[in-house]
């Protein structure tokens, strides 16, 4: 209460490292609970990987986090801001969220679907002029995500993969504090998929402030700079926390509900079969020695 006796509303105390915070969510559509309790919290500079199996509500939690969802109970905060409490549309330039789902449609250029990100369009408006500023960062997201070639190239005739750059191109030219990645590697060939995953290990590493969230359902599909990671099945948290301590046999077997190894090499995860059938399989297979 103030010092008239009223009762007024504050926005939550959180320390200015703390960029996002979710506390509790749960999250109910048509009756069903698709978010049960999930709690976590991630500092500038961290790289959350999101994994479970399908339908875990691994999007969902990410459309939440991105704004475009509220939870149902429980509490999100976002850059000190909680969300119920604040406009939206004064966020979202500064919480990027990328998707393969993108829209595009027309044969936009790449240099021009990066132009959107100033707009926060599909399409570049009409009558609508990048300023010299805008042209510049262009220019920056292009060579940070190793696209200059390609800046005259235009959407249909790019890889899955350069759309994929594309993308998280066009998300950075708000400059955000947050980069949400929906699933970035799905649909990559091999080729494609490391040359996705040496960039963003670029990025983040030329932005060392930045927090990013990466959504995928395979261990080898997360960059060597995963530094967090949340295991999500029937939309509530297995376990949270620091990477080498969450991406672990049990804890990956019991979130998949299926028997795992999990290793890590050059500071990659893998994730093989049970090891006990891999092992009887190669003895069962091995030549008798003489004693």
């Not at 960029?19 to 978010?35: K, P, Q, T, Y």
């Not at 500071?267 to 091995?286: C, K, L, S």
């Amino acid at each position: 209460m103030n010092d008239e006796g009223e009762c007024t509303v504050t926005e939550p105390i959180i320390s200015p490292e703390v960029v996002l915070r979710a506390d509790r969510v749960d999250l109910v559509r048509d009756r069903r609970l698709l978010l049960d309790q999930v709690s976590f919290e991630v500092r500038a500079g961290q790289h959350w990987a999101l994994l479970g199996p399908n339908g875990a509500g691994k999007s969902t939690l990410l459309r939440l986090l991105a704004t475009y969802a509220h939870p149902t109970r429980g509490t999100v905060d976002i850059l000190g801001h909680r969300l119920g409490r604040v406009d939206v549309f004064t966020l979202r330039p500064l919480v990027a969220h990328v998707t393969a789902h993108h829209p595009l449609t027309s044969a936009r250029t790449v240099r021009e679907v990066l132009l959107t990100g100033v707009t926060g369009t599909i399409e570049i408006p009409q009558r609508w002029q990048p300023s010299e500023v805008d042209l510049g960062r262009a220019e920056a997201m292009l060579a940070l995500m190793g696209l200059t070639r390609l800046a005259g190239a235009r959407w249909p005739t790019l890889s899955q993969g350069e759309r994929g750059r594309t993308l998280i191109a066009r998300a950075l030219m708000s400059g955000p504090r947050i980069l949400l990645l929906d699933e970035p590697s799905a649909g990559l060939d091999i080729a494609g998929r490391e040359q996705l995953l040496a960039s963003i290990d670029d990025l983040r590493a030329r932005q060392p402030a930045l927090a990013t969230i990466l959504v995928t359902h395979h261990l080898e599909e997360l960059p060597a700079s995963t530094t967090h990671a949340l295991l999500l099945r029937d939309g509530r948290a297995v376990a949270a926390g620091p990477a080498d301590e969450v991406l672990v046999t049990d804890l990956v077997s019991a979130c998949f509900d299926y028997p795992v190894r999990v290793g890590r090499r050059g500071g990659r995860w893998t994730a093989t079969g049970p090891a006990d059938r891999a092992e009887q399989a190669g003895a069962a297979a091995a030549p008798h020695r003489a004693g």
